[in-house]
């Protein structure tokens, strides 16, 4: 099976909890995985699939530690063609920009050249209580995709 490298980005721990089972789900399913939370560019194959994770922050903002890896993209803009990718966002509906975080990640994915596999999943956490929930219900129809 392919190996996943699971990147996280959080504020107050929710996105690296989710990353964390979703991680446990894909070890299950016989996936080799590797969580990165809040790593450097240099910390992330350039290669293979990756599964980000991340909450929002403020108005529609990456979160503090995933900052740097989003501003390393954007200034050094490498070639992502033979990355896919899968995308979960954590948020709260009552602000105007839900899931900015993710929407804005993944949109400088897709410029690099990376392709994203299946939908986008944008957890309300006003809905979810435990976001692990509706993550592990999406990876378990997104994996078989890869």
């Known amino acids: 099976m392919a190996n ?9 721990g929710s996105a690296e909890y989710v990353a964390e089972h979703l991680e446990e789900k894909l070890r299950e399913a016989g ?8 790593p450097e560019l240099d910390d992330v194959p350039a290669e293979g ?7 929002t922050h403020g108005a529609g903002e990456l979160p503090d530690n ?5 501003e390393a993209l954007q200034e050094k803009r490498p070639d992502l063609s033979a990355v896919r990718f899968g995308a979960v966002g954590i948020g709260n509906r009552e602000y105007d920009l839900f899931c900015g975080a993710i929407k804005q990640l993944e949109t400088l994915l897709i410029e690099l050249g990376a392709k994203r596999v ?13 976001p ?3 993550a592990e219900e999406w990876v378990a129809s997104w994996h078989p995709q890869l």
């Open 49 to 55: 699939i990756w599964l980000l994770v991340t909450s």
């Open 31 to 38: 996936f080799s995985t590797e969580t990165l939370h809040g």
């Open 118 to 130: 299946g939908d986008r999943l944008e957890i309300d956490v006003l809905e979810h209580e435990i």
């Open 66 to 70: 995933l900052q740097p890896f989003f």
């Open 132 to 134: 692990e929930d509706p």
């Open 4 to 12: 996943i490298t699971l990147i996280s980005g959080s504020t107050l």
